[in-house]
């Protein structure tokens, strides 16, 4: 059921990556117009 959790110290930097790349391509800030039009609050605020 439960599976090992990766350690990779690497793993900030791949979350630095990819949150970048969602900044170039503004899927953080489509997504947070998306929900704010909802009318549904949610937590990437």
Known sequence: M??????NP???KLEN??????????????YRNKKANSGKTFFLY
Not at 2 to 7: A, C, G, Q, R, T
Not at 17 to 30: R, Y
Request: glycine letters at 0%; proline letters at 4%.
């Open 17 to 30: 990556n990819l949150l970048e790349k969602w900044d170039k391509n503004n899927t953080v800030e489509d």
């Open 10 to 12: 690497d793993f900030p």
């Open 2 to 7: 439960f599976k090992e959790v990766n350690s």
